[in-house]
């Protein structure tokens, strides 16, 4: 096959998947888990039922590729305010702030039965390691520059990070979430 | 019924229960939750399936019943330490020290798809609330000493302790475990 009509096969490959993975996103929003059918995937993707089944075997694959997207961006996200200009503390801060809000939003959308359905995929696990090691090293690094308590390894700090930081699911709002950050940093040592 | 021949109907009924209980705990604890069967369980309780299955329908709800009775206990032992003489930092910080411990060492048995099967239990969402509310208390109190930070509300306080402190459960030893502790202290604005 040519190069350029593989392209286009790819990129058309990727356009229906992106297609199927907003609308089955779209559907467990509005109806909850139980209720969405690959059928009704198919018909808000705007393709037929043969071709989603060429894509995903059924729906709570279509889920989690879609949840994986959604951390995937995430992680992108932190790792681009981890490389900001500024000192380490100061980074760490912005990261942390950023994942605390990720933690607030992610709990507005969904139920818990969704929840515990996408957290139990291995990409999540995947995706805490790679958090917990972007905390770390943030962390040895405004330890080193002496803005933060050295009595404790980092690794035990960005472990107190990610699940102090998980409070914000249940807050309120955004300034709960401000509040939320400044404690959690006020623990780590750090002058808010 | 004479109510002297219906307390001992009650205690054996409550004997035979708590048989069960110990005997399936002990079963998943040694060969995972997958491979227990009621036929295991009876055995190892000594009693006789048909007599099992007066008490219970089937492995998870003799699992969530036990768990239930774990949780009940921790609880019991948290409003103890809660009651204890001391001024309120000196209780809020027994009571966080003994929580740390409890996730520390909760993780320590028990496989991740036993959490989830349990986590999921209702009885666990209200002690969850139990717990928050035991918290919220004693931080009310601490507050109201000037013993803490009294710009953040005693809600917000209790969450974010309960959820830094299971980070407890991913710790290597008791030592790191009164680390978590300390930091977490710190974040509350309390003097370790």
């Known amino acids: ?6 392209e286009t096969i790819d990129t058309h490959r990727r ?10 996103w779209a559907l467990v929003s509005e109806r909850g888990l139980m209720s969405v059918t690959m059928t009704q995937i198919a018909e808000k993707a705007g393709i037929g039922r043969a ?37 380490p503390a100061q980074r760490l801060k ?14 507005k959308h969904g139920t818990e039965e969704f929840a515990a359905l996408l957290h139990r995929g291995e990409h999540v696990a995947h995706a805490e390691q790679q958090l917990t090691a972007l905390f770390e090293e943030l962390l040895v690094e405004a330890a ?32 709960a979430v401000a509040r939320l950050v400044s404690i959690t940093l006020t623990g780590l040592g750090l002058s808010v």
Chains 1, 2 share one sequence.
């Open 15 to 24: 356009t229906v998947r992106d297609a199927i993975l907003e609308a089955g």
């Open 144 to 175: 080193a520059s002496g803005e933060l308590r050295d009595d404790v390894p980092a690794e035990e700090l960005a472990s107190y990070c990610l699940h102090a930081l998980a409070a914000a699911g249940g807050l309120p709002t955004e300034q």
């Open 94 to 107: 912005a990261v942390l702030e950023r994942y605390a809000l990720i933690c607030y939003h992610r709990e």
């Open 51 to 87: 071709t989603l089944y060429k894509y995903f075997p059924d729906v709570e694959t279509v889920l989690a590729a879609q949840h994986e997207r959604h951390v995937a961006a995430h992680l992108e996200q932190l790792t681009a305010l981890r490389e900001q200009p500024g000192g």
């Open 1 to 6: 096959m040519p190069k350029l009509w593989s």
